[in-house]
């Protein structure tokens, strides 16, 4: 289960009770992120080192053996285009991934050196969907079969990590089963009948393994893996009962109510999705009813996606992703098969959406995601994210997960930090901690949220505990939105923790990170600033107290290259006595 829960909030529990939620908004909540989140316990990460090393020992081996198939039942069809240009790449001779290359000809299955992310693009095989998008079966069968050649020389054997980790080897069944015309078409029977019996120790293997996959996406891959070698491979009658109920545990544990991932990363939920399309394809392909609850997650989970969805069709910068491309998020709704509006809230996941005309802002209102569930989460509760139409304004940072050619580790750790976010920062100190080891610590807690919607707009008011305990001040930050979205306004307020010792006079930072196309103008008082979007309206920026300075940033699109940019930052003071920060956004044209 999650490791977050919603209760009511005390402070607000008379308003919650007294105005009954309006159009699903609901008044007054608190998320609640654990106290003891440290990751891993020593003595899971012992039996996870045993579970490993088990996978070499001959019992292991015995477990996967079993009847040879002799061929797969069906091909489901992979409804999600490719990228066409890392297929071309591929055809050309060389493998590309986020700016790296990898030539085929020197390609050591045995001794891979590349980043991980680029390990699990070639063991999961999901290049073959970009093959495909770029090369005919008779031009891509013998690249794809080449490929697959050293894979198996090097790992069909003996499994091993990363290849054999349960996520890489769900999502294999799937590429493989999906794009078996470019790996089965061989005349070499020997060659067949090696790939077909691999396909079978592969769940075999994840029979075993699916539920010690950790909790969220890679559970979900494992057990759809399963799923989809039930129908895909002969007598697989009482897997399918297995894997189905699985998969269904698997969802309860990883998808919140209102349909958000229990990482909070849009990626993730990108990749839920798209898993679980693939596996109703294979329902489809083989004529078998759809399981109820399969079709009830993609129903939650596909509004959830849209409610993080700009006026571009884009997504927006969380947890260390960076802005999904239009027609990457078109494709996936599509291949879904659910037709929905953008969830407006996810209390549980983490998430408000104001609409308001042509604008829209999302807003981070939760604690971080727990330390074991997310390799990339961000210190970035309450920050913004602000578009008009199909231009964006403020943004986040973003892509601290998707290394690369261009995402080192130092600047991807440097992009998880609450000044990469559009919100504010006391003390030059993130607002939950980043430990040396990669992991969230120490920080936010609890999340106060009130959200009402007026004839006049909407209204947010977030509050967060990350710096009570170190520095005695709670942070408050209240969003009106105007009916017409044409005025943003916000207010930060730093005050003193209550039974807390007495704060000190502290520096405070409020970021807005202006979008690629954004450019500023300071005024000449340096209060505010015109913002001119390229080929598009003109704000103004206004705040009410400290200087505003306008200073570089950066912004990662979903590929994982950055470009540069602006952010307005305003340098400001927390008082013991409690300070606050007024600032507006107005469009002008």
């Known amino acids: 289960m999650s490791d977050r829960r919603r209760i009511p909030s005390p402070s607000l529990a008379d308003t919650a009770e007294s105005e009954p939620a309006e159009n699903g908004i609901e008044q007054g909540k608190r998320l609640i992120r654990v106290a003891d989140d440290k990751g891993l316990s020593l003595a899971q990460r012992i039996a996870n080192r045993f579970y490993l090393m088990s996978w070499k020992t001959p019992i292991h081996g015995r477990r996967l053996k079993g009847k040879y198939p002799l061929k797969l039942l069906a091909v489901p069809d992979d409804e999600i285009p490719g990228d066409a240009k890392a297929g071309q790449a591929i055809r050309a001779g060389y493998f590309l991934f986020r700016g790296l290359k990898q030539p085929l000809n020197t390609l050591d299955f045995d001794r891979l050196s590349v980043v991980p992310a680029f390990a699990d693009y070639l063991h999961s095989f ?3 969907r970009d093959l495909s998008s770029a090369a005919t079966r008779e031009q891509g069968a013998p690249v794809a079969e080449a ?54 120790r592969t769940a075999r293997h994840l029979d075993r393994g699916a539920d010690k996959a950790p909790l969220g996406l890679p559970r979900l891959v494992a057990w759809g893996g399963i799923v989809a070698a039930s129908m895909l491979l002969p007598g697989g009658a009482a897997r399918k009962i297995f894997g189905e109920a699985g998969l269904k545990r698997a969802i309860d544990n990883a998808v919140h109510g209102d349909g958000g991932i229990v990482s909070r990363s849009p990626l993730d939920q990108q990749g839920a999705i798209m898993l679980l399309s693939m596996v109703r394809a294979v329902y489809d392909v083989r004529r078998e009813q759809v399981p109820p609850f399969l079709t009830e997650a993609l129903g939650r989970m596909v509004p959830a996606l849209l409610g993080l969805a700009h006026g571009d069709g884009g997504l927006g ?48 209102a939760a604690p971080p995601p727990v330390a074991r569930l997310a390799a990339a989460g961000c210190a970035s509760t309450t920050a913004i994210e602000i578009s008009d139409g199909p231009q964006r304004l403020i943004v986040n940072c973003g892509g601290a997960a998707l290394e690369g050619a261009w995402m080192p580790d130092g600047l991807a750790q440097g992009l998880r930090t609450t000044a990469a976010h559009s919100t504010l920062v006391l003390n030059d100190t993130n607002s939950t901690a980043l430990m040396p080891d990669g992991t969230l610590g120490r920080g936010v807690t609890e999340v106060e949220l009130h959200r009402q919607e007026q004839e006049s707009g909407s209204r947010i008011e977030i509050s967060h505990d990350g710096y009570v305990r170190r520095m005695g001040y709670v942070h408050r930050r209240l969003l009106l939105v105007s009916i017409d979205g044409r005025e943003i306004r916000g207010e930060d307020l730093l005050t003193p923790a209550a039974r807390r010792r007495r704060p000190v006079k502290l520096p405070a930072q409020l970021r807005f990170h202006l979008a690629p196309l954004v450019e500023p103008t300071a005024t000449a008082d340096g209060m505010g600033a015109l913002l001119r979007i390229e080929m598009g309206p003109i704000w103004q ?49």
């Open 126 to 128: 999901a290049w073959l």
């Open 147 to 200: 490929v697959l050649r050293k894979w198996l020389e090097a790992h069909a054997e003996t499994p091993s990590e990363p290849a054999w980790r349960a996520d890489n080897a769900g999502w294999r069944l799937l590429f493989w089963s999906a794009h078996a015309p470019l790996i089965l078409s061989s005349s070499d029977l020997v060659y067949r009948s090696l790939v077909l019996n691999c396909i079978a």
């Open 317 to 364: 910068s969380w947890q260390g992703a960076g802005a999904i491309d239009p027609s990457t998020v078109e494709a996936v709704i599509r291949a879904s098969r659910v037709r929905a509006r953008p969830l407006r809230q996810a209390n549980d996941w983490g998430y408000q959406r104001l609409v308001a005309g042509p604008t829209i802002v999302q807003i981070d």
């Open 541 to 589: 920026f206004r705040a009410n107290a400290g200087k505003l300075a306008i200073e570089e940033s950066l912004w990662v699109d979903g590929e994982g290259r950055p470009h540069q940019t602006r952010q307005l930052v305003i340098t400001a003071e927390a008082l013991p006595g409690g300070s606050t920060i007024g600032w507006l956004f107005k469009r002008m044209s």
